[in-house]
């Protein structure tokens, strides 16, 4: 795991098998239960959830429109404050959000121009995306608050690269992910 120059780090869950950011799978069947087990599976340890809508229960929009789950890692005595209104190098989206409240942003996008042509729309859970600083520094018995992200009308049967970017006073943290989602078969009867 590592952490930023600031000293805080994000999670993405679910994961691959073997813990590697990249979430494969086929579109429209539940032959592959791996990520919502793994999902149900992190629900079950955690005291409370927030509202994360559809990402908040199963099949937590697997097999079409995948959510993930990003937390900030559990580190003893981090507290920040959220941006200040004099920050230049934010996404438009976060600008805005700022207009309306003072939390720990965050934005998630296609990494590549590539990604970002084919990416679709990413819905947030809580809308907008944002983590209530005076929830930190937290304790050990605490559990991190959530954020889920849902990623919908991407094209199948490429691989994605998407990064999620914590913004808050005096840096930032981020997260990437590949999500590639093969493309449903379709049978061709001949006669």
Request: with cysteine; glycine share 6%; charged share 20%.
């Amino acid at each position: 795991m590592t952490y930023s120059q600031q000293g805080i780090g994000l999670s993405a869950t679910p994961t691959s098998v073997n813990t590697q950011p990249i979430i494969s799978y086929k579109a429209y069947t539940d032959d592959d239960k791996q990520y919502v087990d793994e999902l149900d599976s992190f629900f079950k340890r955690r005291k409370r959830s927030s509202d994360l809508g559809p990402c908040g229960s199963s099949p937590f929009g697997y097999w079409n429109k995948p959510c993930i789950i990003i937390r900030i890692n559990k580190q003893l005595g981090w507290s920040t404050k959220p941006l200040r209104n004099d920050t230049n190098d934010i996404p438009q989206d976060v600008k805005n959000w700022m207009k309306t409240d003072q939390k720990l942003w965050l934005h998630c996008h296609g990494f590549h121009s590539y990604d970002k042509e084919h990416i679709g729309k990413i819905i947030y859970y809580p809308d907008p995306p944002g983590f209530d600083p005076g929830l930190f520094p937290i304790n050990m018995t605490d559990d991190t608050p959530l954020v889920a992200v849902q990623i919908t009308n991407f094209t199948l049967g490429i691989s994605l690269a998407v990064e999620c970017t914590l913004y808050y006073d005096g840096g930032s943290s981020s997260v990437a992910f590949l999500l590639y989602v093969t493309p449903k078969r379709k049978v061709i009867l001949s006669v």
